[in-house]
């Protein structure tokens, strides 16, 4: 699979969006985005994934690059429980392989 | 809403022990996993399982073992604990085939080795 770079932390007033970047470049043709959380060593939680096209759920939107090699996670409004760590993580879907979780962004969101 | 359970939540144990931790889910899930994780550091892949009769190691090598006799059953021996061992360990599972092929994780057991 294909490596993604996020940065290490990333500050947020509350209320504010929060945009988290990811940089995928390698990434393949059939490789999905996906996005999950951890909020204080509880076990990670599904945010999102997309292909191509910028998806939009109730936790958060992605919007991928026409070039598809970087993304942004948008948590529209952020509130202090979306303090956590944020892992972009891209992958094929429909495959019998495992998920790599990289050390992903710790999000700081300030009262 | 994911089932996924985890036992115990919390276990202090001493050095050479034979500990299990436990998991298991309600969804019927095919693929189930291990993973290992120390306070502020990233998830290590321990073990995964396409299905019944199916263990194999992951990324991060692990003296543990594991088993996969049900289907919503995975459980995660160490046949002698050692400090080396203290560390949070999460359980998860997702469903195959599956357009999303998202992992639901247990909450987690924290163990410390004496």
């Known amino acids: 699979d294909a490596k993604t770079t996020q940065p290490t932390s990333m500050d947020c007033a509350e209320g504010r969006a929060a945009n988290l970047p990811c940089n995928h470049s390698t990434i393949s043709g059939n490789e999905y985005v996906y996005w999950y959380r951890q909020i204080h060593s509880q076990g990670p939680q599904y945010i999102i994934h997309?292909?191509?096209n910028n998806e939009t759920n109730e936790m958060a939107s992605l919007i991928i690059t026409e070039d598809r090699k970087s993304s942004t996670l948008i948590l529209p409004h952020a509130t202090l429980r979306d303090t956590a760590v944020y892992y972009c993580?891209?992958?094929?879907?429909?495959?019998?392989?495992?998920?790599?979780f990289g050390k992903g962004t710790r999000l700081h969101i300030l009262p | 809403e994911a089932d996924i359970y985890q036992t115990p939540r919390y276990l202090v144990i001493g050095t050479g022990k034979k500990i299990t931790l436990e998991c298991s889910q309600t969804m019927g899930h095919d693929k189930m996993y291990w993973y290992q994780q120390d306070p502020g550091m990233e998830l290590h892949l321990i073990h995964y399982s396409y299905g019944v009769n199916s263990t194999e190691k992951g990324d991060l090598s692990s003296e543990s073992t594991v088993s996969r006799i049900r289907t919503e059953h995975f459980p995660l021996t160490l046949e002698s604990a050692r400090p080396s061992h203290t560390s949070q360990y999460l359980c998860?599972?997702?469903?195959?085939?599956?357009?999303?092929?998202?992992?639901?994780f247990g909450p987690g057991t924290r163990l410390l080795v004496l």
């Open positions: 993580i891209v992958r094929v879907a429909l495959r019998d392989d495992k998920i790599i």
């Open positions: 997309g292909l191509k």
């Open positions: 998860a599972s997702s469903e195959s085939p599956s357009r999303t092929e998202t992992q639901y």
